[in-house]
T-cell receptor, first 112, second 112 residues
Framework: NAGVTQTPKFQVLKTGQSMTLQCAQD?????MYWYRQDPGMGLRLIYYSASEGTTDKGEVPNGYNVSRLNKREFSLRLESAAPSQTSVYFCASSERDRSGYTFGSGTRLTVV | AQSVTQLGSHVSVSEGALVLLRCNYS??????LFWYVQYPNQGLQLLLKYTSAATLVKGINDFEAEFKKSETSFHLTKPSAHMSDAAEYFCAVTGTASKLTFGTGTRLQVTL
């Protein structure tokens, strides 16, 4: 099915470990996004990529890095995980400005 | 800059009753507005969006929302709640770019 695919779906890390969350879309969308969702705080933008080859910080970028590998793929890296990064992470993509997003199903990350 | 405020983090209605979820926005430019729904352990799905074509917007599953510029509101309504409507609902806004700013969400509970 066409859409946004995130891997893994679940992950448990120890403090200080690193990992990369993968995201791929097959809708030929230009823009891609990483959000985190925490109870009572809605979704907060971590990083986004308006087009292939560009990335920009969002509201909460500290502790994260991203790579827009090609038009389809946008990965999120935690270099040294902290318990404060325990969250549900969503990747999304959009076709053009103001068109709205298509979301992936999320990655539930726990840092112990 | 854009922002949204969702009044009421939890709303409870009886099956068959009117659903009203409130969203107020702030935007320095004419906004595009969106409502998304999130079922447990899933990603977000687009319910409807306002793109300045018509102030009353109809979405999926009999949901609709009315854009009121004078009140800076975009409240979501459904005439008759169904048990399957139980979920979390997010209002979001964008200005001229593709990035969305989300509210903190309203959890809808539907009781018998």
């Amino acid at each position: 099915n066409a859409g946004v695919t995130q891997t893994p779906k679940f992950q448990v890390l120890k403090t200080g470990q690193s990992m990369t969350l993968q995201c791929a879309q097959d809708m030929n969308h230009n823009s891609m996004y990483w959000y985190r969702q925490d109870p009572g705080m809605g979704l907060r933008l971590i990083y986004y990529s308006a087009s292939e080859g560009t990335t920009d910080k969002g509201e909460v970028p500290n502790g994260y890095n991203v790579s827009r590998l090609n038009k389809r793929e946008f990965s999120l890296r935690l270099e040294s995980a902290a318990p404060s990064q325990t969250s549900v992470y969503f990747c999304a993509s959009s076709e053009r400005d103001r068109s709205g997003y298509t979301f992936g199903s999320g990655t539930r990350l726990t840092v112990v | 800059a854009q922002s949204v405020t969702q009044l009421g983090s939890h709303v409870s209605v009886s099956e068959g009753a009117l659903v009203l979820l409130r969203c107020n926005y702030s935007s320095s430019v004419p906004p595009y507005l969106f409502w998304y729904v999130q079922y447990p352990n899933q990603g977000l799905q687009l319910l409807l969006k306002y793109t300045s074509a018509a102030t009353l917007v109809k979405g999926i599953n009999d949901f609709e929302a009315e854009f009121k510029k004078s009140e800076t509101s975009f409240h979501l309504t459904k005439p008759s709640a169904h048990m399957s409507d139980a979920a979390e609902y997010f209002c979001a806004v964008t200005g001229t770019a593709s990035k969305l700013t989300f509210g903190t969400g309203t959890r809808l509970q539907v009781t018998l």
